[in-house]
């Protein structure tokens, strides 16, 4: 075969020879300053080809993965033959370009082999484009964007290299339904694979049991994620479980019947393990108390009855629980809730006024948030008598002093003066005052009473010893 190609380049070489006044290549290897090769830059020559005394022939030509550009120059002007050419060259990043003053020379046997250094940075980026499973994407489009952009067709081997100065690119490939792109730094020569993510192999099991702890068998459990669904039942320990699920989020139902129990989102990772509790049973109601107490004033009786309930619940949270209260005073129906008050209880109040004692017939009802309800047997609580609270004793100072009612404005005139001082008098005595005026006239009263005991008995026991004597 490579004998083949030098006997063709040897028969096209003496074909151009016979028609051109001279002939030869032109090869220019573009090197970045820090040694790696230049693919993409463009070398220009400028030659005569068809008129005497001018150089109005150009051929260009673009550096290969090697790095070289390579073109042949046939100069078929008539005599006089000039055999002088200017090659310029331009790096595909930019920056000033570089010319030379070149000469046709038989020495060089047919080809002139230049290099050109510029004074950029570049790096080798090796791409390989794959699938989801990681297979090679042969003849995939990689491109390449950042500060300079390029493009190329992958290989057999899903592979294409770039050279490119260092700087933040992102890099894509893409071949039918796949596309598929990353993110690089480039600071060094690296090699960037690019394509979809792997599947994921995650999996669920879902163990079902009710609020008592007991397994559920025979629920159905629904799966979907992304256009996918799936169902499986509950085994005799209540566990349905789902593998091989290319998804990181799923939508889980649980239902049995016709009945949905359950709906919620959940992550999915390599072993991922659900625990769901059904609520089938209703809340318990414990620890039922009645109590009352007279709220009244004298001569009016108004009872204050309190109820309070212990109410729990193995799902439903207790502040979550709606709790209310029946009850019945003689021909009067009441309807009213109980309110959350903490540790699971919950108290309602009312006030009656009538006499007591009289019946009060109740009944407590709970609910949970799935609807489950339960309540309590009709109970009778006697509302016994009691006294109402004592009338405190005003503070001095504390309540507004009540006017006096002037007793002396029916009194004749000569009398009213002096009574009218003798009121004055009196209504600046407190009740205290009174009270301890009270207590004086006791105490003199009981010393003179004992005095006067005690005189009359020694009088008697004298007079008695004189009628002896």
């Not at 290989?155 to 792109?181: C, D, Q, R």
């Not at 003798?422 to 205290?432: A, K, Q, R």
Request: aromatic share 8%.
């Amino acid at each position: 075969m490579r004998t083949s190609f030098v006997v063709l380049s040897l028969i096209l070489a003496a074909t151009l020879a016979s028609a051109c006044a001279w002939v030869e290549s032109v090869e220019a290897t573009f090197m970045s300053q820090n040694g790696f090769v230049i693919p993409g830059g463009t070398m220009t020559v400028t030659y005569q080809r068809n008129v005497a005394n001018m150089t109005d022939a150009t051929a260009s030509a673009v550096s290969g993965p090697d790095g070289v550009a390579r073109l042949t120059l046939c100069d078929d002007a008539p005599e006089p033959i000039i055999t002088d050419y200017y090659v310029t060259v331009t790096a595909p990043y930019g920056g000033t370009a570089q010319s030379r003053h070149e000469t046709y020379s038989q020495a060089r046997n047919g080809t002139n082999r230049l290099a050109f250094g510029f004074p950029v940075t570049v790096y080798n980026m090796s791409v390989q484009a794959r699938d989801e499973l990681g297979s090679p994407l042969a003849g995939a489009n990689i491109s390449v964007s950042g500060p300079y952009s390029r493009t190329a067709v992958a290989n057999s081997s899903g592979e294409a290299w770039f050279m490119l100065p260092p700087g933040s690119y992102t890099v894509s490939a893409s071949l039918g339904s796949i596309n598929a792109s990353t993110r690089v730094n480039l600071t060094y020569p690296m090699s960037v694979a690019v394509g979809p993510p792997p599947p994921l192999n995650n999996t669920l099991e879902v163990v079902v049991s009710d609020d008592f702890g007991v397994p559920l068998q025979n629920f159905t459990v629904a799966l979907a994620f992304a256009g996918h669904s799936e169902e499986a039942l509950t085994n005799e320990s209540g566990a349905a479980e789902f593998a091989g699920l290319n998804a990181t989020e799923a939508l889980i139902n649980i239902s049995s019947n016709g009945t949905a129990f359950y709906t919620s989102n959940v992550t999915l990772q390599p072993l991922t393990s659900l625990n769901v509790t059904i609520d089938l049973h209703p809340p318990n109601i414990t620890a039922v108390s009645v109590s009352s107490h007279n709220i009244g004033v004298y001569g009016t009786d108004t009872y204050e009855i309190q109820f309070k309930a212990n109410v729990t619940d193995a799902v439903s949270p207790r502040e979550r629980l709606s709790v209310g209260l029946e009850y019945v005073i003689g021909t009067d129906k009441f309807d009213t809730p109980l309110v959350y008050a903490g540790n699971s209880t919950f108290t309602a109040k009312t006030a009656r006024a009538q006499q007591a004692p009289f019946s009060v017939f109740y009944r407590i009802n709970a609910t949970d948030e799935r609807g489950n309800t339960a309540s309590t047997n009709l109970t009778e609580f006697v509302v016994r008598h009691s006294a109402p609270p004592m009338t405190p004793t005003p503070i001095p100072g504390t309540y507004p002093t009540p006017s006096p009612e002037n007793v002396t404005s029916n009194i004749p005139e000569p009398l009213r003066g002096v009574a009218g001082s003798v009121e004055g008098l009196l209504s600046g005595v407190s009740t205290y005052m009174w009270v301890m005026v009270l207590l004086v006239v006791v105490i003199l009263g009981g010393t003179l009473f004992v005095f006067l005991a005690v005189n009359a008995f020694f009088y008697m026991k004298g007079g008695r010893k004189k009628k002896e004597a």
